[in-house]
């Protein structure tokens, strides 16, 4: 990306079984057409990506709006950035009265032609540990893995946030089973 | 609750998307071209609101070109003028850091859009003209490590005799001017941008102030200053050649260019001497009519003054002590752009009034165009009688920005 840009929107990633690099961009149809299924998932994008400032060792959460323009519903199962070794999909429940934050089974669905927005008090993209500080006004790279295995590249700015701290409980789902 | 803001942020976003794509189709390079011009009415392009927004609400003045906007718009009803001090230690990747966030909060947020970690986007729907304007100090170049890049006239004003300056209203290294119809769009817009500012530096000073609000049928009228009087009136129109001349840089360091210089001034009313100055003084100090602006020797506002003409008694109509004769030049380089807000901060503990001008001078070169008339000001000017500068900074308007690009990114990367 030159070095005065501000884009900041989502770039469309590729199948990861497929390895020679095909951009397929947004709605339109890549080289050798691949499949209807593939290409709908392949468009969606998160937009307005954002993440929270945090000191080194922290843990933070990337926010922003998941838009699926597919005629099918897209699940984004998991996430990576090279800012930290581990990403977690989380929601925010109420348990016992105070909202907590825990791993989102399922992941998050984007419904057909609709959008999920992911933000401070309810789904989002949990970084587990930050290695470097994120400053604000800095840039993070995040992967998302859809349920097809293809994946969506985001680039998202760092931006100091009062909110978002609600309490992380490790090993809880929705389920109500523990982790292993 | 959580679903309900969601659903709101994301109509709000549907809306401004679709809606952007339309703008940018309909306005297109040649009217970001135009940029901060929205001078004439064609400029701004109507969003329609998201609720029960009136039509003037939603007005968006483009914030892509070749200059910022804020400068050649017209002038909106409320402005702030906030300064910012760096924090120790900011160097040059930092303020680039600063600026990318910026220029993000400001795209977004002109265009009707919330911020990025917006904490209230309903207020962001409403931008009302808004405008996001910025500039650098000093020190800001040093910061940067660009110090021999700065302009010379990039540096406190001369002393001048009239000045009473105190640092509580003057100097600062980076200044955000904010301008919008609608004073809730405005806090909005300041209380995001800070926000977002305060990894890196402190807020110096704030200066708030207001005109009147924009009249659809003559949206470039003089406004009326807290003495009276109509200010502004020997002012280039927007839009035109004179006022590009007078005010966008062309030349010098590339990180300039399209860029000015702003001199904003703090200027009190002494109101206790004014209010007891009859009518026919109060006209002479400045020259002008005060029902209409009209020079004492002429009919409508926009007439020439004539300087030489003179009464009965062989004194000229137009006294050699008011305002508009000690302002004007021969030289046709001591021209500026005033932009004005007033401001009132009162009653005060013991008077009526804590009332006055934030002027505001835009010109290409602050030496050859605007020092040389506040000079002649300070020499002889019956206006200095009732007023007192007391807040005085400089600061470079930085170049507009395209999509994609940042504010200083040529002078920062």
């Known amino acids: 990306m030159p070095l005065n840009s501000l884009a900041r929107r989502a770039r469309v990633g590729v199948p990861a079984a497929i390895a020679a690099t095909v951009v397929a961009l947004s709605g339109c149809g890549g080289d050798g057409g691949p499949t209807s299924d593939i290409e709908d998932q392949a468009a969606l994008t998160m937009e307005d990506a954002w993440v929270k400032a945090a000191e080194s060792g922290m843990m933070t959460a990337a926010f922003g709006i998941l838009v699926n323009p597919g005629e099918n519903h897209v699940r984004v199962v998991s996430a990576r950035t090279p800012v930290s070794p581990t990403v977690e999909l989380h929601e925010v429940a109420v348990v016992d009265g105070a909202a907590v934050m825990r791993r989102k089974d399922g992941g998050f669905t984007v419904p057909a032609g609709g959008e999920h927005a992911l933000e401070p008090g309810a789904d989002h993209l949990m970084i587990m540990e930050v290695s470097d500080p994120l400053e604000p006004g800095e840039d993070v790279d995040l992967v998302l893995v859809l349920d097809d295995g293809s994946t969506v590249e985001v680039t998202a700015q760092v931006k100091d946030f009062a909110g978002a701290d609600e309490d992380y409980v490790p090993g809880e789902h929705a389920t109500g089973h523990d982790d292993e | ?413």
């Open chain 2, 1 to 413: 609750m959580c679903r309900a803001s969601t659903r709101r942020a994301t109509m709000t976003s549907d809306l401004t998307r679709g809606r952007a794509l339309s703008r940018r189709g309909l306005l297109g390079a040649g009217a970001a071209a135009l940029a901060g011009a929205a001078a004439s009415t064609a400029g701004h392009a109507l969003v329609t609101g998201s609720n029960d927004d009136p039509a003037e609400q939603t007005q968006v003045i483009p914030f892509h070109g070749p200059h910022q906007a804020g400068v050649e718009t017209p002038g909106q009803t409320f402005a702030v003028f906030a300064a910012f001090d760096l924090r120790d230690g900011m160097d040059r990747p930092a303020l680039a850091r600063w600026m990318r966030l910026w220029t993000d909060d400001a795209e977004r947020l002109t265009q009707g859009r919330p911020a990025l970690a917006d904490p209230d986007p309903e207020l962001a729907a409403a931008p009302s003209r808004l405008t996001v304007t910025v500039g650098v100090g000093p020190g800001f170049l040093h910061a940067a490590g660009r110090e021999p890049a700065a302009p010379e006239w990039l540096r406190p004003l001369p002393p001048f005799s009239v000045d009473a300056l105190v640092p509580r209203w003057s100097g600062g290294d980076v200044l955000l001017q904010v301008c919008a119809d609608d004073p809730s769009t405005v806090s909005h817009a300041v209380r995001m941008l800070t926000k977002d500012a305060l990894a890196f530096a402190k807020p110096r000073w704030t200066q708030r102030g207001f005109r009147h609000p924009p009249d659809p049928a003559s949206p470039t009228r003089t406004p009326r200053n807290l003495m009276g009087q109509l200010d502004g009136t020997s002012n280039p129109a927007p839009g035109s050649a004179e006022f590009a001349r007078i005010v966008w840089i062309d030349d010098g360091p590339r990180w300039l260019r399209g860029g000015t210089s702003l001199v904003l001034r703090r200027i009190r009313i002494e109101a206790e001497a004014w209010d007891v100055v009859d009518r026919r003084g109060k006209e002479e100090a400045i020259g002008r009519r005060l029902a209409d602006g009209a020079p004492l020797t002429g009919a409508h506002e926009h007439d020439e003054p004539d300087l030489d003409a003179a009464n009965e008694s062989g004194l000229t109509v137009i006294p050699p002590w008011s305002h508009i004769r000690r302002a004007r030049a021969a030289d046709p380089r001591q021209r500026i752009v005033r932009r004005s807000y007033n401001y009132d901060d009162g009653p005060g503990e013991e008077s009526a009034s804590d009332i006055g001008l934030l002027f505001a001078s835009y010109q290409a070169d602050v030496d050859t165009q605007f020092v040389p008339i506040q000079r002649r000001l300070d020499e002889l000017d019956l206006l200095n009688d009732y007023t007192t500068p007391v807040g005085s900074a400089v600061f470079a308007i930085l170049p507009g920005v395209r999509p994609g690009e940042w504010w200083g990114a040529t002078l920062l990367s």
